[in-house]
C-alpha cells in the first residue's frame, strides 16, 4: 500500500492535475477575487498559463460570450501579462473579429490596452493603429496609450492624424502623451505645434513645458 501512495503521489508531482485538466469554469474562480488585478501581475501565477494548454484555456474564456463580461475582460488582461507570442497573436485575432466585442464594447479596449505590453513590431503596429478609428472613445483612447507604451517611431504618422481629426478631449490628452513617450524629434515638433495654437487652450496642462 505504502508503495502505491508513493507512486501516486511521484504521477501528481510529474503531470500535476492543474496543467492537464485545468478547465474554464476554474479558471472562472482563479479570477473571481476583488483583487484579481494583483493576481494577474503575479510572475508565479502567470508561468503557468506559457504552456499551450493552460494558455488555451484563458483564450476559451476571453471568447466565450456566455460568461459575464468582467471575467472576460480580465482573461484579455491576464493574456496581455503572458506575455507570449501565442498570446499576443490570440488578442490581435480578437481585435480584428468585429463580432467579438457584440454586447460589449469596451471588451475592444481592453484589448487593445493589453496589446501595449507586449515587445514592439510592425505587425502589432499595423493592427494596433486602427483602434485610432474606433466608433468607440475608450478604445482610441485605449490605443493611444498602447503606442505610447510601444514607443515605435513608426506609430507617429498615425497619433498625428488621429489627434488632427478627434473630438474627444481624453483620447487628445492620451495622443499627446503617447507622443511624449516615444519623444522623437517629429513628435516633439507637433506637439509644440499644438501648443502654439489657441484651438487648443483646453489642453493647456498637457501642453506644460512644450508652450
Given amino acids: 500500500m505504502r508503495k502505491f501512495i508513493n507512486l501516486l503521489i511521484l504521477g501528481i508531482i510529474l503531470f500535476p492535475l492543474s496543467s492537464c485538466a485545468f478547465t474554464v469554469n476554474e479558471l472562472f474562480k482563479e479570477l473571481d477575487t476583488p483583487k484579481w488585478r494583483e493576481k494577474v501581475s503575479d510572475p508565479l501565477f502567470l508561468e503557468k498559463f506559457k ?11 476571453a471568447d466565450e460570450r456566455g460568461y459575464d463580461w468582467r471575467y472576460r475582460i480580465r482573461a484579455i488582461t491576464l493574456l496581455g501579462k503572458i506575455g507570449t507570442s501565442e498570446a499576443m497573436e490570440a488578442l490581435l485575432s480578437m481585435f480584428q473579429d468585429h463580432f467579438f466585442h457584440h454586447g460589449c464594447p469596451s471588451l475592444r479596449s481592453y484589448i487593445a490596452d493589453a496589446l501595449g505590453n507586449f515587445k514592439p513590431n510592425r505587425r502589432l503596429l499595423e493592427i494596433l493603429k486602427e483602434g485610432l478609428k474606433d466608433p468607440e472613445v475608450l478604445t482610441r ?30 483620447v487628445k490628452i492620451a495622443i499627446i502623451n503617447a507622443l511624449k513617450s516615444i519623444g522623437t524629434e517629429e513628435a516633439l515638433n507637433f506637439i509644440k505645434e499644438l501648443a502654439s495654437d489657441i484651438k487648443n487652450k483646453e489642453l493647456i496642462d498637457v501642453f506644460r513645458d512644450y508652450s
Fill in 51 to 61: 504552456n499551450p494548454d493552460m494558455l488555451s484555456v484563458v483564450i476559451k474564456l
Fill in 141 to 170: 483612447e485605449a490605443t493611444a496609450k498602447s503606442l505610447g507604451r510601444l514607443k515605435m517611431e513608426e506609430s507617429v504618422k498615425y497619433l498625428k492624424d488621429a489627434f488632427l481629426s478627434e473630438k474627444s478631449l481624453a
